[in-house]
């Protein structure tokens, strides 16, 4: 794994070794308050000069798509996605969207299924 002028540097198993840090610009925290299961949509904008990891973000936006989803998609960890996508934000390019619950996370009984469903998996 070397690399000239022209090459990219790869590894077969992990893909393009890029450092985190270059992803987001040394930034370690959005500048945009979103959590995993905040949903994030494209508003049709495009801005300029976009990196690839913001275009390809801005791709698995076109529908509302929440934040975990969206690292999981670019293979990246959630604070960098974080980071990633607070950028398009900013600049218009996604819009946040609250996001919907079915029922109270916090509801007993429905905990209680849920772990029985996984206990029983």
Same mark, same amino acid.
């Given at each position: 794994m070397t690399a000239g002028d022209d090459e990219v540097w790869v590894d077969a198993a992990a893909g393009?070794?890029?450092?985190?840090?270059?992803?987001? &610009?040394?930034?370690t925290r959005p500048a945009?308050?979103?959590?995993?299961?905040?949903? @994030?949509? $494209?508003?049709? =904008?495009? #801005?300029?000069?976009?990196?690839?990891?913001? &275009?390809?973000?801005l791709e698995w936006c076109r529908a509302p798509t929440s934040v975990?989803? @969206?690292? $999981?998609?670019? =293979?990246? #960890?959630?604070?960098i996605a974080k980071v990633v996508l607070a950028d398009l934000v900013a600049c218009r390019a996604l819009a946040t969207r609250a996001r919907r619950t079915a029922?109270?996370?916090?509801?007993?009984?429905?905990?209680?299924k849920l772990l029985d469903g996984l206990q029983r998996a």
């Open positions: 393009p070794l890029v450092r985190l840090y270059t992803v987001t &610009a040394g930034r945009v308050d979103l959590d995993l299961l905040s949903l @994030v949509v $494209a508003t049709g =904008r495009h #801005p300029r000069g976009m990196d690839p990891e913001h &275009a390809e973000a975990a989803e @969206v690292a $999981a998609h670019l =293979r990246l #960890p959630v604070t029922a109270d996370p916090t509801d007993r009984a429905l905990l209680e």
